[in-house]
């Protein structure tokens, strides 16, 4: 900007933020779009050379961070008072030859206003915008209004505004001063129209400090077209000289410094700081009434070209987290709005494409939550999480309460979902706010159902187990996990999955576990019934059991033959039954039950037994070990009979003793009776044996005789 000797004392309807640092980027470095052109100057011609770099804002630094808001591209429109197209621009030189007189500037060639204003390089601006006076050796334009036009609409909030770029000196309170107002609508003719907006004058210390480049003084060259004839630029020759310290300051006016928040508006105009138009005069730039047409030296600035483009800091995403009940069986993620209550806590995280988090904050308990820190033109995940995390740091994976399940996420308030029930959501920023982030959740539930077959037994041998788990709330169970009572006994194995095999219990899915459990000998013999018991668990629920009995059916009994044999050879004569010969017994013992017999014991009231007790007896095993010996007496061989019997007894446990009665009865058969004489050898045991059994249970004794033998 050229010194001037006096400086306009604007009206400040708003406080500005300056511009402290900014970011730049170079573009189209190798696109160049005019070849060398030789000025004619005077004694001496410059050659000029446009090196087609623009250097790009990419962001900067007004307290906090700005970017561009990329979606809000739109056109620059230079409004003229008359039809001559009047042009001032400075490039800054990249290269300076005075002895050959070639200066190679930075950008492109740009003869239009609207076309050089809508380029975004910082290297790049107009000259004395606004100044349209006649001033001796003063470059003039006839610019009444310059307005930035984004036709698509934006919506005004505090975190958004528009950026205005200055060449200046490098000194506070150099810089032009002028007006901003917002673009509220187009008329019938598809002009802007201001109506509804504040005008905002923005003075000279309104802005940074003229170190926003490097270096913070440049060398620059001033081109002009200023007379209707003119059809390319000329370079003004004694521009060609150092010029002083110059260099790019910034301002930054919100959007809701304009109009209120939450309007929607259309973009935003600068125009000189005399111009006196109220808001809906101002669509009227040919006014000269209120757009004066010889403004003064005062009135100049010298406008970088930055392009049509809105910068924002953080933005926000809002939504809500729903008790979807019917989850997405209508469709729709909706609800009542909950934070699990205490089942909590529960956060909403918003995530970058690094995976590190930008924002984290507790759902309320009506299930909003407000997340900031986005940024334009940039796609965030959003996830709930029972873990709180700070920003910066990786971001826990996606949880919800033990208890509950996700029923599916929806960008929007709208029928719908994003295809998968995980509880993260993508959200593309772009240049505004963004609402309805909405996520559903259910109380997750499952039933499970343990069956056995068979559900008694008296035998040893397996029985199956089948657990059957099915899900039965709107959301997806993962992470599930079964335990059985009985394990390492048992395995159950992968379940076999009724809709795909992919490790997820989905909605209305199945899974079964079979598995087998061997019944043995000792579990008959404790005769005490299976509980078995089956946990099944998920990431989402608190884990649940079911369980299954198998009824030990126990049948103790046993037998006792007692076998008797007489020995008549013990006292003479040999062969017949004499008093004082013996009968030898044997006691044989079978377990004819299903459950181990211990601490057999046999008596007999006529005969010592010897040996025993059985210390334990298997089913279907015997033991023939006891035995025990009778001597004959005058009674027994004048009987002619010897009735004996004898008791086997074992404990149960729980019930009283199963018992087996064994009888024998021996008849003597007289050597001589009445002269007649019998063979020795039909003196002997005539009925060696007979058998009772008796069983068994805490009921009582039950007998029966099996036969005699003869």
Same mark, same amino acid.
């Given at each position: ?37 030789v ?12 090196n ?40 800054r ?18 003869n ?21 006076a006649?001033?001796p ?46 673009i ?67 301002v ?33 730039w ?10 003064a ?13 809105a ?15 019917d ?11 909950t ?11 918003l ?23 986005a ?20 971001a ?23 295809g ?13 706010n ?13 039933t ?11 035998s ?13 709330c ?5 992470g ?33 576990? @079979?598995? %087998?459990? &061997?019944?043995?000998? #000792?579990?008959?013999?404790?005769? +005490?019934? *299976?509980?078995?018991?089956? =946990? ?27 076998t ?20 030898h ?59 004996? @019997?004898? %008791?086997? &007894?074992?404990?149960? #446990?729980?019930?009283?003793?199963? +018992?087996? *009665?064994?009888?024998?009865? =021996? ?31 805490a ?12």
């Amino acid at each position: 900007m050229l010194l001037a000797p006096t400086v306009l004392s604007p009206l400040i309807v708003s406080a500005e933020t300056d511009i402290t640092a900014i970011t730049t980027a170079d573009t189209d470095a190798d696109d160049l779009v005019r070849d060398p052109v030789v000025y004619e100057t005077g004694p001496v011609d410059y050659e000029i050379t446009y090196n087609g770099i623009e250097q790009a804002i990419t962001g900067f630094t007004a307290g906090v961070a700005y970017v561009p808001v990329d979606a809000s591209l739109g056109n620059v429109i230079a409004r003229r008072s008359s039809a001559e197209e009047k042009v001032v621009v400075w490039n800054r030189v990249a290269s300076h030859d005075a002895g050959n007189a070639q200066d190679t500037v930075y950008g492109r060639y740009y003869n239009t206003f609207s076309s050089m204003l809508s380029a975004r390089n910082i290297f790049m601006g107009s000259e004395n915008l606004f100044v349209n006076a006649v001033n001796p050796g003063d470059p003039e334009t006839n610019v009444e209004r310059v307005d930035y036009i984004f036709v698509a609409g934006l919506t005004a909030r505090d975190e958004m505004g528009f950026a205005v770029f200055e060449r200046g000196q490098n000194t506070a309170g150099s810089n032009g001063t002028f007006k901003i107002a917002a673009i509220t609508g187009f008329d019938g003719g598809g002009l802007p129209t201001f109506t509804g907006s504040n005008i905002v004058t923005v003075a000279q210390n309104s802005y940074g400090t003229g170190i926003l480049t490097t270096p913070t003084n440049f060398r620059y060259d001033i081109f002009r077209k200023d007379v209707p004839t003119d059809t390319e630029l000329d370079v003004i020759p004694q521009n060609n000289i150092n010029l002083g310290p110059q260099g790019v300051s910034g301002v930054l006016i919100s959007s809701t410094e304009l109009v209120s928040a939450n309007t929607v508006i259309y973009g935003y105009a600068v125009f000189g700081a005399d111009v006196s138009a109220s808001d809906t005069q101002l669509a009227d730039w040919m006014d000269d009434t209120n757009f004066p047409t010889d403004s003064a030296f005062s009135n100049d600035m010298d406008l970088v070209a930055t392009g049509a483009i809105a910068y924002a800091s953080s933005l926000t995403i809002s939504g809500n987290v729903f008790d979807d009940t019917d989850g997405l069986t209508d469709g729709t993620v909706d609800g009542t709005g909950t934070d699990t209550g205490v089942d909590g806590p529960l956060y909403a995280i918003l995530v970058d494409t690094g995976g590190d988090v930008v924002d984290c904050v507790p759902v309320s308990p009506t299930g909003v939550f407000i997340l900031g820190g986005a940024q334009p033109s940039t796609t965030y995940t959003v996830i709930l999480s029972t873990t709180s995390e700070t920003a910066g740091n990786a971001a826990p994976s996606p949880s919800v309460p033990v208890g509950w399940t996700n029923t599916g996420e929806h960008l929007g308030a709208n029928a719908g979902d994003d295809g998968t029930v995980d509880g993260s959501l993508e959200v593309a920023i772009v240049d505004s706010n963004v609402s309805d982030a909405n996520f559903g959740i259910q109380e997750a539930s499952f039933t499970v159902e343990k069956s056995v077959d068979p559900t008694s037994v008296s035998s040893t041998g397996d029985v199956t187990y089948t657990v059957v788990l099915t899900n039965t709330c709107d959301g997806p169970l993962t992470g599930v996990t079964i335990n059985d009572s009985l394990e390492p006994d048992v395995t159950p194995g992968t379940a076999v999955e009724s809709m795909t095999d992919d490790d997820i219990l989905e909605v209305g899915e199945t899974w079964t576990w @079979t598995y %087998t459990y &061997t019944i043995t000998q #000792p579990m008959l013999d404790a005769g +005490t019934s *299976i509980d078995n018991i089956a =946990t099944v668990d998920t990431d989402q629920t608190d884990a649940d059991t079911d369980d299954a009995t198998v009824d030990i059916v126990q049948g103790p009994s046993m037998s006792l033959v007692k076998t008797g044999t007489v020995d008549m050879s013990v006292v003479p004569p040999i062969g017949q039954a004499n008093p004082g010969d013996e009968i030898h017994y044997v006691f044989t013992v079978t377990n004819t039950g299903n459950v181990t017999l211990t601490n057999i014991v046999v008596t007999d009231p006529k005969v010592t037994v010897m040996g025993g007790p059985i210390a334990s007896l298997a089913p279907g095993a015997s033991d023939s070990s006891l035995t025990g010996t009778y001597v004959l007496t005058p009674a027994d061989i004048g009987a002619g009979v010897v009735p004996n @019997t004898a %008791t086997a &007894t074992s404990p149960i #446990p729980g019930a009283s003793e199963v +018992t087996a *009665i064994g009888e024998s009865f =021996t008849r003597l058969l007289p050597n001589a009776v009445g002269g007649e004489a019998y063979p020795v050898n039909k003196v002997g045991l005539m009925a060696p044996w007979m058998v009772l059994i008796a069983a068994v249970t805490a009921g009582g004794l039950y007998l029966r005789r099996v036969h005699d033998v003869k």
